[in-house]
């Protein structure tokens, strides 16, 4: 593993249109509104702590991402910065460190994100690192007592038998990622051999592809996102 962990999380201004768009088809891709990364060591000693909101007013935020996370267009306006700074603060710690990137739903964190990099026209300084998700590894957890994902707060629950409180704020859930995963390491359930499974997997979603197999992906993308809304509530 990485002498780094850099566990990151954002909120958005709402889903993809489609899932298999590639990722310069920035028109598909929802915009970062919030980013938040803690970074810690091996050792599990954390090394510092970013958080940020995004300034720019060339998105629009969907009525059900601000009803999941609240924010709005006025509240960016007034406490936010510039969507470019903000990705050089996270290239500077990510070319400093070289952390393994970790995240629940990792994937979306990952696309909203590298959309956001080719808006700028920036250099993605994530494709490089070994990713885990916490997210796809709640699947088989021993004390999940569900058979599928779990969102962060119905994870959270499950181990530290107490509510997650401030749920769809990128910088506590970017610390309740940071538990979760430590806790779970600590029990065995997350090890070395998940970790490079997992990373292996990741390098086949990194970049998605358009899909053209008929009328069968839209149906799927249907359902898809209805999946994905619950699993983000």
């Not at 306006?77 to 460190?97: C, F, M, P």
């Not at 390098?203 to 359902?223: D, H, S, Y």
Request: contains cysteine; aromatic residues 10%.
């Amino acid at each position: 593993m990485n002498d780094y962990l850099l566990f990151i999380d954002t909120e958005a201004s709402g889903l993809p249109q489609n899932w298999s768009e590639p990722l310069t088809n920035t028109a598909n891709w929802p915009n970062a509104v919030q980013v938040a990364w803690v970074l810690y060591d091996k050792n599990r000693n954390e090394v510092k702590r970013q958080n940020h909101y995004i300034s720019n007013n060339d998105f629009t935020i969907s009525a059900d991402a601000q009803r999941i996370h609240g924010l709005t267009v006025d509240f960016l306006a007034t406490n936010g910065e510039s969507r470019a700074e903000v990705l050089k603060k996270l290239t500077a710690d990510i070319e400093q460190y070289k952390p393994m990137l970790v995240g629940h739903f990792l994937k979306l964190d990952y696309y909203v994100l590298s959309a956001d990099y080719n808006r700028e026209e920036m250099a993605n300084p994530m494709d490089k690192l070994p990713m885990f998700c916490t997210m796809l590894s709640s699947r088989y957890l021993a004390r999940n007592p569900m058979p599928r994902q779990m969102r962060l707060d119905e994870l959270y629950s499950i181990l530290f038998r107490t509510e997650l409180q401030n749920s769809h704020q990128a910088q506590h859930d970017a610390e309740a990622t940071a538990r979760c995963f430590f806790e779970l390491q600590e029990s065995g359930e997350i090890n070395s051999k998940l970790i490079r499974e997992q990373n292996a997997d990741a390098q086949k979603w990194k970049e998605p592809t358009v899909n053209t197999q008929g009328c069968f992906i839209p149906a799927l993308m249907l359902a898809l996102t209805g999946i994905i809304i619950y699993l983000l509530i």
